[in-house]
């Protein structure tokens, strides 16, 4: 089944806690990103990945880093979370750079305390 | 900023017409206009997009005006499953770019 898998689904942490979210597809998509959503901000794109090695800053990439060392996999770096980072996260990917197909994961959930 | 305005919310009544509004005054001539719909938390889903041209799918159909500078998303028969925050958003189609969503429509189905 094609999918974008997110691990974990919720995460509870505390300040300053390093953590990762990761985000797998097992389409053989080029184009990666996440997104943050907060209440009355909708969706806002902290980075994306254009493919193997390429990443680039999106909206908001301010307290997270990314790496894309292989295609199927492209996780989220929290180096030192603050509670502003309290959010849903969402991964997605698409097979070129036409968005029309992106598919999204389930979402992580992010407490940081 | 995202370059489209949207109502925040709107209601319709189950098996009538939805249709919804976007503002996109600063279109470019080569950007199209994409909407996506999210259900309750879940993420994203594609609806349609389009750069001029009505457009229809299974889904829904896409209105854009002559002067590009608006368009509306019309559900022809909405059903209580369509209830979500539906997303309007313009970009150059097969560019590498970050995305922009704005805040959206929520859109409520009335039973």
């Known amino acids: 089944e094609a999918q974008v898998t997110q691990n974990p689904r919720y995460l509870i942490t505390v300040t300053g806690k390093k953590l990762t979210v990761t985000c797998s597809q097992n389409?053989?998509?080029?184009?990666m990103s996440w997104y943050r959503q907060d209440p009355g901000l909708g969706l806002r794109q902290i980075y994306y990945s254009m493919n193997v090695e390429v990443t680039d800053k999106g909206d908001v990439p301010e307290g997270y880093k990314v790496s894309r060392k292989e295609k199927r996999n492209f996780p989220l770096i929290l180096e030192s979370p603050s509670p502003n980072q309290t959010s849903l996260y969402f991964c997605?990917?698409?097979?070129?750079?036409?968005?029309?197909?992106?598919?999204f994961g389930p979402g992580t959930r992010l407490l940081v305390l | 900023d995202a370059k489209t305005t949207q109502p925040p919310s709107m209601d319709c009544a189950e098996g009538r017409a939805a249709n919804l509004p976007c503002n996109h005054s600063t279109i470019s001539g080569n950007e199209y206009v994409y909407w996506y719909r999210q259900i309750h938390s879940q993420g994203p889903q594609y609806i349609i997009h389009g750069l001029k041209n009505n457009e229809t799918n299974e889904m829904a159909s896409l209105i854009i005006t002559e002067d590009r500078k608006s368009s509306t998303l019309i559900l022809p028969h909405a059903t209580l499953r369509d209830t979500a925050v539906y997303y309007c958003?313009?970009?150059?189609?097969?560019?590498?770019?970050?995305?922009?969503f704005g805040k959206g429509t929520r859109l409520h189905i009335l039973p």
């Open positions: 389409m053989n998509h080029e184009y």
């Open positions: 958003i313009v970009r150059v189609a097969s560019r590498d770019d970050k995305i922009i």
């Open positions: 997605a990917s698409s097979p070129t750079r036409d968005y029309e197909t992106q598919y």
